[in-house]
């Protein structure tokens, strides 16, 4: 056994092995983040007649763990418009402070030039370009909502890689599998958002987050959700999905211990 | 050999505070020819009297669009106006792409009075030898900035810049309070105006030798576009003023009397 | 030193396993590049030319959206693209598109700028080769079209690889339909393997020429090309977005096309 200094407090080789020290980077290039650490799951987005509505849940996973549970991954910029982040936590916290610096600088000589949701889109997609083709992405799939120029309802995405798509209704991660085709459902592209309300929209969302808490392993059943009008944002930050049934639950086979 | 001995550079005070190579800079504006600039609350209007080196050379560019929102109008050294606006072209341009908006008047404006004042706290540097009017539209509806080669920039109602520009001033000054309530054409008259009273009694403005822009918010309340008039575009602007000032010839004289 | 659960001699027993139970580590890497899916293609006439696309926006089989326009004007005033006399089409990497359109958007207003004049379809499509090439070790991934009318009025297309080779062409299919599409074209537009009949038997057979199309017929192929491509290909489908560039300027059509 070793008894020297530096092997004090330390697992014993001769029971557990060396120590695996391959993920410590000695020569080579410089390498960059290659995958993400705490990560939030989907975000969901849908517009209506006069606004849009943006929601994700409280959750930050740590791979498999349900790290911390009470992360707001929906940022308000310059009470105009909200970012929603999937993703890297501390990439979006970056993302968030890169935020904060723009709405200082935007602000300081007010002369009714602030940035729209649009503009700010246009900005972060430019960054996550930026960065993706330094080999150092910011690993986020993110929704911005909020207005355009011609104060017309804006809801629009982009991600890691830089790709940028918009759409009346957008949802990132598991959203993109299990809620969209819930919005479509619910919102087919010939109904127009004129004829969404607010209220709809907003149930359509609170739907849509129950079913991903009910499929995706990386949910939880607290959430955030936001509503970007005219007249301002109503962020609620502490909501509970409601009116859970997981009756469902034990009529499903196929997997587990019910294999038939 | 030198007229004292703090003008040497654009780095030195003299004992009563004054920088010299600034002022001899600002000479150089009063050297060029007038421009004139004028904004109302849907429109912005530049207007510019171009010289010929001689009767046979091309006459001088006075009015640069920057982008389709904005223009500068110079008075002075034309070349170092053609670096302004190359940066403010660069700026504009550079917002469209991080951004997708047009760049904010103030701000571009800020851009080239921080770039003109290092050009005045630098040795070796010499200040920007030319003075710019520049007119634009952004979110925040029309508007007029003067810039001088101090680095000294104001947003303006109504300015003139350039060799005999008092003139045009004092006409700006006395019919100040029109131009809000006037239209795009009115208003762009009025330039011409002011323009022609700088003018001394052997000249006259002409298709050849006026140059007008015009850039503002359209009917619908959207952006209407940088617009250039030389040459034949000119002409029924230039008829509209000859119209104006016949039909209005009693009213004018009546007005000197008032005032 | 043998584990307890590989070879349980019971020399030395160790509270664990001597061998490190862990997976490898895994190797991550970030790859830069994804596929939009989409597909374009473009036509020329005596005096006009033709580029087309269609709008879905994909990320593997999930549709990003059913309205991302693939044809871009280049060299316009502002957002609307007015006063513009190049058309682009770009297709694959849909950030790498956008990258790719607003530097040359740039280099062609800032042309105009210098130069007072606007930029010659020549030197653009030579230009954009450039642009193109200048990305050689890390490429935009993408397949562009370049379209606008020569100095003699006539319809002028240029079809680009990623890395920059171009050459003026007739008509060209790119993207995921490319290969439904093209032989199509050849077919249909060069007249390929069509013959002159009663022109002789064998090789003796006369091919039928290929002459200019009119505006009418060539509008008629590009619809029939996509909704042939869209039966075939899920990552095509939409709406088909059509730009046609004459001397009286650039028109935009938008033709629905199936959503499945």
């Given at each position: ?19 695996n ?6 020569s080579?290039?410089?390498a ?10 989907s ?6 007649k006069?606004g849009?509505?943006l ?8 791979g ?8 707001k ?11 929603g982040?999937?993703g890297?936590v ?28 649009k503009n ?16 150092n992405?910011?690993w986020?799939?993110?929704?911005v ?21 918009s ?8 959203g ?24 709809e ?7 849509c987050l ?11 059943d ?6 970007i ?6 962020l609620?930050?502490d ?18 211990s019910?294999?038939s | ?19 010299f190579?600034?002022e ?10 007038v421009?004139?600039g ?30 389709s ?10 070349s ?13 341009l550079?917002?469209?792409m ?8 103030d701000r ?14 630098h ?9 710019l009017l ?24 109504a ?17 100040l ?7 795009r ?28 822009g015009?850039?503002g ?7 209407e ?13 230039l008829e ?10 009693g009213?004018g ?7 | 030193?043998?584990s ?46 033709i ?36 058309l682009?089409s770009?297709?694959g990497f ?13 280099v ?5 700028y ?11 499509a030579q ?11 890390f ?6 079209i ?25 008509c060209?299919?790119?993207g ?27 090789h003796?057979?006369?091919?039928k020429k ?14 029939d090309?996509f ?10 489908g ?7 560039i004459?001397r ?13």
């Amino acid at each position: 056994m070793n008894h020297f200094p530096e092997a004090w407090g330390r697992p014993r080789d001769d029971v557990y092995g060396a120590y695996n020290s391959t993920y410590l980077q000695t020569s080579g290039p410089k390498a960059h983040t290659t995958s993400p650490a705490v990560t939030g799951t989907s975000v969901l987005g849908v517009k209506f007649k006069g606004g849009v509505v943006l929601a994700t849940d409280n959750l930050a996973s740590y791979g498999s763990l349900a790290r911390f549970t009470d992360v707001k991954r929906l940022r308000v910029f310059g009470g105009k418009a909200v970012v929603g982040f999937g993703g890297d936590v501390s990439d979006m916290q970056y993302i968030d402070r890169l935020l904060e610096s723009i709405d200082i600088r935007e602000n300081y000589s007010s002369h009714g030039n602030m940035l729209n949701a649009k503009n700010l889109h246009t900005y972060l997609a430019k960054v996550f370009y930026k960065r993706r083709s330094e080999f150092n992405p910011l690993w986020n799939h993110i929704l911005v909502a909020g207005f355009d120029a011609d104060d017309q309802p804006f809801l629009s995405s982009a991600d890691l890689l830089g790709t940028t798509f918009s759409s009346p209704h957008l949802a990132t991660g598991f959203g993109a599998h299990l809620a969209v085709p819930i919005l479509r459902r619910k919102f087919p592209d010939e109904r127009g958002i004129e004829t969404i309300s607010r209220e709809e929209a907003i149930e359509a969302l609170k739907e849509c987050l129950k079913v991903l808490f009910y499929r995706d392993a990386r949910s939880l059943d607290k959430y955030s959700i936001a509503v970007i009008t005219q007249e301002g944002i109503d962020l609620r930050e502490d909501e509970q999905i409601e009116g859970q049934s997981w009756a469902f639950a034990e009529t499903i086979r196929g997997y587990g211990s019910q294999t038939s | 050999m030198f007229r004292n001995n703090y003008d040497n550079d654009a780095v030195t005070f003299s004992p009563q505070g004054r920088i010299f190579q600034v002022e001899y800079a600002q000479e150089a504006v009063k050297q060029g020819s007038v421009v004139v600039g004028l904004v109302n609350k849907t429109h912005s209007v530049l207007v510019g009297l171009k010289r010929n080196a001689e009767e046979l050379s091309s006459y001088q560019k006075k009015i640069i669009e920057v982008d389709s929102h904005m223009a500068v109008a110079i008075a002075g050294l034309a070349s170092d106006a053609r670096v302004l606006s190359n940066f403010m072209k660069q700026q504009s341009l550079s917002s469209k792409m991080t951004y997708g908006r047009p760049i904010p008047l103030d701000r571009i404006v800020t851009q080239i009075g921080d770039r003109a004042q290092t050009n005045t706290q630098h040795y070796g540097k010499r200040p920007y030898g030319v003075g710019l009017l520049v007119a634009g539209v952004d979110a925040a509806g029309p508007h007029l900035f003067e810039f001088q080669p101090s680095g000294l920039t104001h947003e303006m109602q109504a300015c003139a810049i350039g060799a005999r520009s008092q003139m045009a001033r004092t006409y700006l000054e006395r019919n100040l309070d029109k131009f809000d309530g006037c239209s795009r054409d009115e208003l762009v008259t009025h330039g011409l105006r002011a323009l022609k009273e700088t003018l001394s009694q052997d000249k006259e403005l002409t298709m050849e030798n006026t140059s007008v822009g015009v850039v503002g918010l359209g009917t619908n309340g959207k952006m209407e576009a940088f617009k250039l008039y030389e040459g034949q575009d000119a002409v029924p602007l230039l008829e509209a003023l000859e119209q104006a000032d016949s039909a209005g010839a009693g009213e004018g004289e009546s007005m000197e009397v008032d005032s | 030193m043998t584990s307890l659960m590989g070879h349980p001699s019971g020399q030395t027993v160790g509270y664990s396993f001597s061998q490190p139970t862990a997976a490898p580590v895994k190797e991550h890497s970030f790859y830069p590049y994804t596929d939009n899916g989409g597909s374009t293609l473009g036509i020329t006439g005596s005096d006009f030319a033709i580029l087309a696309g269609d709008t879905r926006s994909t990320s593997g089989y999930s549709i990003n959206s059913r309205m991302v326009p693939k044809v871009f004007k280049i060299g316009g005033d502002d957002e609307t693209g007015k006063g513009a006399h190049i058309l682009l089409s770009v297709v694959g990497f849909a950030a790498d598109g956008n990258a790719l359109k607003e530097r040359l958007d740039a280099v062609v207003k800032m042309y105009k700028y210098q130069h007072g004049k606007s930029m010659s379809v020549t030197a653009c499509a030579q230009r954009l080769s450039t642009i193109l090439y200048g990305k050689r070790f890390f490429p935009y991934y993408v397949h562009v079209i370049l379209a606008g009318l020569d100095e003699e009025g006539k319809g002028a297309l240029y079809s680009y690889d990623p890395v920059g080779s171009y050459e003026r062409e007739e008509c060209r299919a790119a993207g995921a339909a490319s290969s439904l599409i093209m032989p199509f074209l050849d077919n249909q537009v060069k007249f390929k393997n069509q013959y002159v009949p009663g022109s002789g038997e064998g090789h003796a057979l006369q091919p039928k020429k290929a002459e200019p199309l009119p505006r009418e017929t060539v509008e008629q192929l590009v619809r029939d090309a996509f909704t042939s491509a869209v039966e075939r290909h899920i990552e095509v489908g939409d709406n088909l977005q059509m730009m046609i560039i004459t001397r009286d300027g650039i028109e935009e059509i938008f033709h629905p096309l199936k959503k499945d």
